[in-house]
Each structure stands twice: as C-alpha cells, then as structure tokens.
C-alpha cells in the first residue's frame, strides 16, 4: 500500500463532561469514535481535522484489514505524500454525534433510561457536532488546529468550527459546500425523510427490536441523494439511455442501467445505514442556518473568524454550486480575511469533492503547504 | 365565466377495432374518454388536439359545474378569444389509455378475464396514444388535423403523430418537450416508481379490492416530480427558508414552508391519482426514444414530416431545457421543415409551460392564426 497511511485502527473518546445541544437537551456524556493518522509534532500545531459530510464517518484513510476491499472515504486524498500529507500532518477523522458509526446515537443506550434511544434520541446540529468535536481535539493534547479540511455537509462543519472557536483555528478548506440550503435542497431532503418516516418497518424511529429495518425508505432516499450528487453530464456520460439488456421489458423490473446503479447504490446503503442517523443528517443540513442562528448577516457574522479560507467549488455541482461558493467568499472579503478561491472544471458534480483529479489535488497540497 | 369554455362536459369513445400495442399485446377495444370546445366547421379542418401531460387528463378547459373550483387545466390558454381560440378552432382534450380518468387503464374491466386489469394492464407508449387519439379523430370526422398542440409528454405525442401520421397534421407546437429522456430524468422517474412499487399497500399492482391504495408511494413520487417542476429561483424566491412557524421544531415535523407545500401537493395527488397509471405514465416517457424504436438518427427519421413545427422551451426549465427543445428544431432543420423556435425567459422551471404570459400567450396566438 504505497503512499497509504496503511492498516489503521478505529478509537474511542468517551466524554464525560456534559454538552448542551442547540435543541437544549443535555448529553450527560457522549462518545466519539476517530482516527488518526500521522504524529503530533512537539508544538501540536499540525493537526488537520476532517469532519464527515452525509454519510460519511471517521474512516478516512487506509484499511482496518489488508484484505479489505475499500479504503478509507478520502483515501486518495489523505497519506503520505498525499495533498493532506500525513508525513508532515496529524489528522484526525471522527464520527458526528448521532452518526451510523459508532458514535452516541440513536442506536446507543441512553444512560437515563438504560434503554436505546432510538426516536429519542435528540436532533443534533453543526454547531453541536463542532462543540463535540473541540472536546476530542482537547484531549488529543491540541493546541491549536493547523486546518479544518471539509467538504459538503463537512465545509459547514469547518465554517463553524472558524465561528466558534476563532482561535482554535488556523486555516479552513471549505469544499463544495454552501452558507445554508436552498429550498430546493430542502425539498430533496424533505422527500427523503418522508421516505424514511412512512416506511412501515420504521416504526417511528423504534425499530431496533424488531426484525425488519426500514430499508426501503433508506433506499430511496439514497437513490435521491445520488442523482444529486451526479451532474446531468455525468450521468449521460456514465449511463445515457443504455438499457441493460438492449431491449424495453414493458414491465417494472430494472430496464435502463442508470436504474440498475441507483437500485444498487440503494440496496447497499439500506443495508449498512441507520435510518434515524439519515434523518437526523438531513436536520443537521436543513438547520445550517448562521445568519438566523446568529441574527447577523454573513457578512457581519464573520467578523470573528480569524482563520484564513480557502474555498473551493466544482463547476458542474449543482447541488452546492460555485455561486453557493462565492456567497462565503464574498462574506469573507468583507472582512478582509485572506481567502482564496477556485472554481475547478470538472464534469462530476458535486461527487467531485470525493474524486482525485491534478487540478484539485494540487491546490489542496499547495495550499496547506505555503507556511509550516 | 368570460373567454370561458363555459360549462362543458365529457364525452365517451367506444372503439371496437382491436389496438396492437407497441409491447406486442392486443386491446381488443378500448374506450377514451374526451371533450371538445368550439366547433368543427365545414371543411373539417380547424381541429387542434390537445394531448396531455404526466398526470394531465381530457379536462383542458372550462368546468363541469357551475360552483367548480377550478377549471381545466390549460383553460388560460383555450377558450374563446384565448391563444387557442375556440371561436374558430375545434379543440379536442383526450385521456390517454391507461390514463388516470375514465379511458381503458389498468382500474378498467379486462374483457376477456371479466376482472380489473390491475397490474396486467399493458405498458403503453406514446405510439400506441397516437395509434389511439387517430382512431378518435377519424370519429370525430376530421380529415386533417389543424394543429397538435402538447407540452412535455404532450408534446412528445405530437412529435410522434406527425411521423406516423405525416399528411394529417398540419402543425406541431411542440412545448417544453425532448426528443428523449436523459439518464437524470430517467433516474427521477426511477425513484418514483419504486417509491410506489416498494409501497406496501401496492400489492404488485392489485390493491382495487382492497381498502388501502399505495398513498404513500404515489404521495412520495408526486413531491419528487414537483421539485423538478419547479426552477431553483422561484422555490427560493416563493418558498426560500421560510419556516412554517419562525422556529425549529428538533423533530420530523413540517418546518419549512417548502415541505408544507410538498407535502400538501402530495397528499392531494395520493388521494386522486392511480398508481398504475402514473407507473405507466413513467415509462411511456422513458420509452421514448424515436431513434432507438426507429433506428434512425433523428435528422434521417424527421425527413417524414409534412408538418411546420414551432418549438417553445423556457429558460430555466431544468426537467426538458432549451438544449433539448433545440435538438428537435436542429432536426427538423436538417430536413428543411418550416420550424419557429422560441425560447422564453421564464423563471417558473418547467412549470411554465401551464403558466400564462404575454409573450409565450402571444407566440402560440400568432403562431396559430398566421394562416387559415
């Protein structure tokens, strides 16, 4: 495994102190479950921090197990010699607070009750996950975080940490991301979580003791999510009006094999993910929402922030495209804040985030590597 | 009721000649059901056949009754004195087969079991509509279409009448359509259907007997459609972030104005419409491949067409853009057929097509009286 930081172990941080959430339910203790990879230096001030959008998690890099078949979610990203380079950087990848991968969540016992928290379990927001996430920074011994790497839902995460902990923060990579949701986004979100919420093994949300999983709901709900990760382009390029077996069924079964894939990358999904974790994603999405957060506009909100930005955006995105993008650099150069800005050619939408190209690649490496 | 229709009321078409469909299955007769506005004169020459959309029906214009709440669904643009003037045009507005409203479809009586057709209700396309709507127009004696006149899936029928049928039409306005779908619009159509297909109360197709109709599944792909329907801008500008109640719930509640609407949209498009109809309506559109049925390129199949065409798509139509609209007009160019294209500048998406304005009212006005 050249150029990977190789097999990789998943670690607990068990928080005992309580954390106050935006809904104002209190976790008397809650757990997160990360990664590392690379050293702290002697001055703890290499650290990069890359929190996870949607379903994503804290398996960044490398493989638990030689014989595993995927890497990490951003493995082409994170390494040694990689653009977030683990030979010179300490980086730390951590599961959300009611995410699907171990962290406190829905799944998890809820310490008052001794019961799984199921539906219980409360909404969790981007300012909540960020407040989780300083704790475990503070007890890996960090001083002071050189980058806040994130993309999509985890350039939320990373305009928020640069909100609310000013000093924590050195810099932030802001990827395909965006200031709030539109109501376009919303409404695929909405239409997802109805999936979800009318499953009828979803039980309101209860679902834990019983034999069936609401995986028809998670399904769709992927099958969605997908069409919008992928750009028109993409998807004619990819799949066109390719048929699966060149002739029409004039029947319902898989027929086109742009069904096929949605139909897999929905069957696969429903299988490994946990429905209220989906819902509560979604929330957290919906819910980025600093100026009414802050009753401020962005441009006067972000003021505090003392870390530079570089911000990226994906031509071809239009789930958060570039204009999205611009709207968070436009709020920073009001203030003066050193920002960079690239908009990338690129044809994959808004999975290019995820994807390895020169052109990006290179402009993530440069960029963290002008000053150390 | 001034440039109304007036009161109007539907019509029935028994055709006792047997149908050969596209997917190989006979309908040994079938019923449409339709209205007509205006009149047809002596020549039998100013007919204009309006077919439908998705879930559009017979009902173009006018009201049943008096006390009505609304009125057809095209009634801005037919009537007397209207773009499609029924002081001198005939106009006809059909139900497709296997349509959601009175003609032979899958809620229909099977003649040969003496059983609702339910799910063994065939697959129909958009040839075996046109095959249909002719036998129609023969009984209504005319001897040559005036003009067809459809938009999205309506305007592919109309396409498809002036190949198959090139010396009875006389014009096309072909509106907010596509010569094909691309693999994104499959993919959308995909997701509704499972939606309804994994509905529990579906019952592959069989639910008439039951109490319970797929509601879910129907409610689901009726959100799904309507965000496609709708342009970026004017969700934002009509619904942007608005909360229902100026603050966040912390639970699956409706929050957002925008999923108040969908929600409500879907609610009422579950308790009205069939769910094999729509299933079927799907596919006529993914089955729409004239280069695939015919295998020719467009340019070489379009050299049959004896119509003049005119070719309208709006701006920010992202379901059927402008690029596609410009698909047909390159085609029909190619064979040098006298085409108009126009492009409006509309913020409404693909919705536009139902919506009234001066200058798409005016286009299809001119367009439609320059010669009789």
């Known amino acids: 495994m050249i150029n990977s930081v190789g097999i990789v172990k998943a670690k607990k941080f068990n928080c005992n102190e309580k954390l106050v959430l935006s809904c104002g339910d209190v976790l008397s203790s809650f757990t997160l479950i990360y990664e590392t990879y690379g050293s702290l230096n002697a001055k703890k001030n290499n650290a990069i921090l890359i929190p996870h959008a949607l379903s994503g998690n804290h398996h960044v890099a490398g493989k638990y197990k030689k014989e595993d078949k995927h890497s990490g979610w ?152 997908h069409i919008t990760y992928l750009s028109n382009d993409t998807m004619d390029k990819k799949f066109g ?59 006067s909100l972000f003021k505090k922030i003392k870390a530079d930005y570089l911000v990226v955006s994906f031509s071809s995105d239009w789930r958060f495209p570039p204009s999205r993008s611009k709207e968070i650099v436009k709020a920073l150069l009001d203030n003066n804040i050193n920002v960079s800005y690239a908009e990338i050619e690129a044809e994959t939408g808004h999975d290019a985030f995820l994807l390895a190209s020169n052109h990006y690649h290179n402009l993530i490496s440069n960029y963290l590597n002008q000053k150390i």
Chains 1, 2 share one sequence.
């Open 74 to 225: 951003w493995d082409n990203m994170v390494g040694p010699n990689k653009p977030i380079d683990t030979n010179k950087f300490y980086v730390i990848g951590v599961n959300n607070l009611g995410g699907n991968d171990g962290s406190t969540s829905s799944k998890s016992i809820n310490p008052k009750t001794k019961k799984v928290w199921g539906s219980s379990f409360p909404i969790v927001t981007v300012k909540d996950w960020v407040a989780s996430q300083k704790k475990l920074t503070e007890h890996l011994g960090i001083d002071k975080l050189f980058a806040i790497v994130g993309g999509s839902l985890g350039g939320m995460q990373a305009i928020q940490w640069s909100l609310d902990f000013p000093d924590y923060v050195n810099k932030v990579i802001c990827i395909a991301s965006a200031p709030n949701l539109t109501a376009q986004n919303i409404a695929f979100n909405e239409v997802a979580r109805q999936a979800i919420l009318k499953d009828e093994n979803f039980s309101k949300g209860n679902f834990y003791n019983h034999n069936k999983k609401p995986k028809n709901g998670l399904r769709l709900a992927r099958m969605l999510g």
């Open 241 to 299: 009006r390719k048929l699966v077996n060149n002739k029409f069924n004039y029947d319902f079964s898989t027929n086109y094999e742009i069904e096929s894939y949605l139909n897999y990358q929905g069957d696969k999904f429903a299988e490994s993910f946990d429905a209220n974790t989906y819902l509560r994603m979604t929330k957290a999405l919906d819910y980025f929402d600093l100026e009414k957060n802050y009753k401020k506009k962005l441009s």
